[in-house]
């Protein structure tokens, strides 16, 4: 992977996809609550055979029971996410199209049910926040949702030596919670983000015997290649507080919800509603 190419690192994440665990994927208890989201709409809107819009090519999202008659359409910029992740097709009216999220191929006010899964996490804030915002409130129905699993942080944030320590005390249940909680923690301030190449210097600082480490906690299998892979790579995630996003979805969106999954690091990520206004 080149060090400062976007396109390669979404081709690698493509690739790791089977390897990576919830949270950084939904599992059952994030999908249960979008379903129930979807088939609220679903009631209030008189059983309309829903046409949803899906930020991304998240199978688990792709492949949960509908209601008869929708029309799902993703809307992915990364062909390697497009070609190894996108589960193909698992539903008649299923397509996907490559494409830009702050301009989709999509008509104005088509979409009853937009719904994605962490993509703001791939956002600058709050500008690119407030232009993915724009583009939602063009495409969704006046009495259409947002359904946006969260990739977020709680106040006060963690310091990456904090989080290293509580791994080695065995209070962190898995490698991809340590993952997420340490490139959490070394984001200083939201508009700057965090650098994957400043989450492998934590790493590095505080993790320097990592088979051992991996071993020890029973990490899967290429663990320590996946934090190694970080060297030096400028691609920088954003991570919000709820308050954050609502604020900066605020006033074309209202939120509705915010729905807590029961797992692991379930406070980070929330499923929110959000109606247009």
């Known amino acids: 992977m080149r060090e400062n190419d976007p396109a390669d690192f979404w081709e690698d994440r493509a690739l790791q996809w089977d390897t990576m665990e919830p949270p950084l994927r939904p599992c059952p208890k994030d999908t249960a609550i979008m379903r129930r989201l979807v088939d609220e709409w679903y009631g209030s ?20 029971p509908w209601p008869g008659g929708t029309r799902l359409l993703a809307v992915d910029s990364s062909p390697g996410m497009i070609r190894h992740v996108w589960p193909g097709r698992s539903w008649p009216n299923a397509a996907v199209v490559q494409g830009n999220w702050l301009a989709m191929p999509v008509r104005s006010g088509s979409s009853d049910v937009v719904i994605g ?35 977020g942080r709680r106040d006060p944030s963690e310091w990456p030596a904090e989080v290293v320590e509580s791994m080695r005390a065995g209070l962190i249940g898995s490698f991809s919670a340590f993952r997420l909680r340490l490139m959490i923690s070394v984001q200083k301030d939201l508009a700057s983000g965090v650098k ?5 210097e934590a790493w590095h ?11 020890a906690f029973g990490w899967p299998p290429g663990a320590v290649k996946i ?18 996003l609502a604020d900066v ?15 692991e690091l379930g406070d980070y990520h929330p ?5 247009p206004m």
């Open 271 to 275: 499923t929110l509603l959000f109606r």
């Open 196 to 200: 994957l190449a400043d989450v492998w």
């Open 117 to 151: 899964d962490g993509f703001l996490s791939n956002m600058s804030y709050p500008e690119g926040y407030r232009a993915v915002k724009e583009e939602l409130r063009r495409v969704v129905r006046p009495d259409g949702i947002l359904a946006l699993r969260l990739f």
């Open 205 to 215: 600082e505080g993790v320097q015997e990592p088979e051992t480490v991996a071993r």
């Open 249 to 263: 979805f605020s006033p074309e969106f209202s939120l509705a919800g915010c729905f807590y999954p029961e797992y």
């Open 227 to 244: 934090m190694e892979r970080y060297r030096g790579v400028q691609v920088a995630v954003t991570y919000p507080t709820v308050e954050e």
């Open 45 to 64: 809107a008189g059983n309309r055979s829903p046409r949803v819009l899906i930020l991304g090519v998240t199978p688990e999202i792709a492949t949960m």
